[in-house]
């Protein structure tokens, strides 16, 4: 099971400045879920995946928000 990384509550910028804080910390293709609440976060989350070459795996909507699986790229 991969960690689940609960940023629910924070609007942009902060979602993807700690995503990319704690992806930093993790070993190439480790992967994270983050959770969000900010409605620019299925903008901005999949820009920065695609940005910094780290897979988005898969996205979800859920109760109030948004789930997205992302791989830590090498």
Known sequence: MSDVYDL???NCP???LKAK???AGMKPG???W???TDPLAVI??????NNEKHPLVET???????RFLIERGG
């Open 34 to 36: 983050v959770e969000t």
């Open 21 to 23: 804080k704690r992806l």
């Open 44 to 49: 901005d989350i999949p820009a920065f995946c």
């Open 60 to 66: 979800e909507t859920v109760s109030g928000g948004h």
């Open 14 to 16: 902060l979602p993807v």
């Open 30 to 32: 480790e992967r994270l």
């Open 8 to 10: 629910r509550g924070l």
